[in-house]
């Protein structure tokens, strides 16, 4: 079993357009933001900055030139566009089925931006263990919808994954990634796929799934709005707390 969903398509160009603009909206008036007020900034042990700014935090690009957006979450509540997404049947369906759930609810919604020429890679990794460090065992009823808002290719950094790996549970962790969230790339199956779809497509798989992202070296964007969801009524990530001592509990 691959354990992914791709619905090729799955919003028009139309809606893909709105999309694109209320991203960046939300981008320009999160970025405007910080720069006027003052930031809770954390330096992760990867020397990561993050930045966080009216309950948004801002995780900048560790070596583009200038300043660039690597990702922001949360940013449910910022846009009707992209919260319309969480009742969106289009979505819910099938993410109900992937989780085995009846009814589904939101755990927290990202953007990603893979800017031109600089968007960087995301190693190998699963979601659950970040996921695990907040919620605990609702970890393992976690997925997520990646909105492609721009084609994915190979070129600018197409996600890639390990199907069939949420299988496996958690994966071993990398012992020389100082985090303690990245997979050891010595476990990572030589079986992996790369998802090239065109804007508007969907791809769906659990927390469990490994996978990861090249750099976009390309002269256009690769945008992405995820929507990471859970059984109904369980408490969103923002209500939670990251407590890295639970990452002892894994492998």
């Known amino acids: 079993m691959s354990g992914y969903v791709l619905l090729p398509q799955l919003f028009t160009a139309t809606e893909v357009g709105r999309l694109r603009d209320a991203v960046e909206q939300v981008h320009a008036a ?10 809770a900034v954390t330096v992760w042990p ?34 009707a566009a992209i919260d319309a997404l969480w009742t969106d049947p289009r979505l819910t369906r099938p993410m109900g089925s992937l989780l085995g759930a009846s ?6 919604a990202k953007l990603n931006f893979k800017r031109a020429g600089v968007g960087s890679e995301f190693a190998w990794h699963q979601d659950f263990p970040y996921w695990y460090g907040c919620a605990g065992d609702p970890a393992y009823e976690i997925a997520t919808a990646i909105v ?27 012992p020389l990634d100082p985090t303690g969230l990245l ?18 497509s969907v791809l769906m798989f659990p927390s469990l ?19 990471c969801f859970q059984p109904a009524g369980r408490p969103e990530l923002s209500a939670l707390t990251y407590d890295p001592e639970r990452l002892t509990d894994l492998p």
Not at 30 to 39: D, H, I, L, N, Y
Not at 183 to 200: C, H, I, K, W
């Open 103 to 108: 009814s589904v609810g939101p755990f927290v």
């Open 183 to 200: 997979v050891d790339p010595r476990a990572v199956s030589s079986a992996t796929v790369t998802v090239e779809a065109p804007a508007g």
């Open 209 to 227: 799934m490994v996978h990861r992202s090249a750099p976009n070296r390309t002269a256009s964007d690769r945008r992405s709005l995820l929507f």
């Open 148 to 174: 492609m808002l721009d084609d994915n290719t190979v070129a600018n950094g197409a996600m890639t994954l390990v199907p069939g790996s949420q299988l496996d549970g958690p994966a071993p962790r990398d």
């Open 46 to 79: 990867d020397g990561h900055r993050l930045e966080e700014i009216d309950g948004t935090t801002i995780h900048w690009e560790p070596d583009a030139p200038g300043k660039a957006v690597r990702s922001l979450s949360p940013v449910s509540g910022m846009s």
């Open 30 to 39: 999160v970025v405007a933001a910080a720069e006027a007020g003052r930031t």
